[in-house]
């Protein structure tokens, strides 16, 4: 080929992804910036990476989004959407109906059981006897502290903490006896070598559709129709296309879609 077919065929190529990039619609999605391994975790450099990471990108490529991954802390996740500083929240958010009094939810893209922790010294159960006159741990603004405030009335306390690896911090250290999160991060650090050395699973939680939802969904802005059904459809493909399998077992050896039931 001569050079300037080349050149020719060059200056397309790049006038067709130009075209194709301008096409796709921009939008923010927000995301909490603190380590909740497998689903989101940070390396040397700085950059974002996880089950979730992968997830979201395999969500927006299929739906045509120029997704931006943009940090707000936890509890700044839902006031963001709804003021329109971001268009959607894929964040390991369940679908609860408290939730769906000031957002809206796409179909959930995972479901897993919610387990508690704590340390190997100390024998009990996830239950509200076993836990009585315990200290749990909780990330505030989650499933987790709501479900322990309406079922571990007789623990010693509920302790909120803004991130779930300070309360993995406090509880290797001693300052509290249990700590209930999503059994995926549970695991994560238990894995770990300080959660090796202090903790183990103490069990599952009793369901409660209520207060623990469907499952993880992205959240958009109530009446966002639009957005709400191109994330709808996007899941529905990468499950049907196997996407969703391929990403899963890098990270799983099990479908973490899960049943009908619960997730942070």
Known sequence: MKPFLKTALAATLIALSGAFSASAEQIKVGFSPEAYPPFYSQ???GNWGGWEVDIVNAICGEAKLDCVLTPIPWDGLIPALKTKKIDAIMNSMSITNERKKEIDFSEKYYN????????KDQKFDATPEGLKAKIVGVQASTVHAAYAKKHFTDAAEIKEYQTQD????????GRIDATQADSIALDAFL???QGKACCDLKGYVAPDLEVLGPGVGAGVRQGDTELKDKLNAAIKAIRANG?????????FDFDIYGEESQSN
């Open 191 to 193: 894995k770990s070598d």
């Open 112 to 119: 897993t059981p919610t387990a508690v922790i704590g340390a």
């Open 43 to 45: 390396d040397a450099s």
């Open 166 to 173: 300070e309360a993995n911090q406090d509880l290797a250290a």
């Open 243 to 251: 996407k969703y399998a391929e990403i899963t077992k890098k990270y």
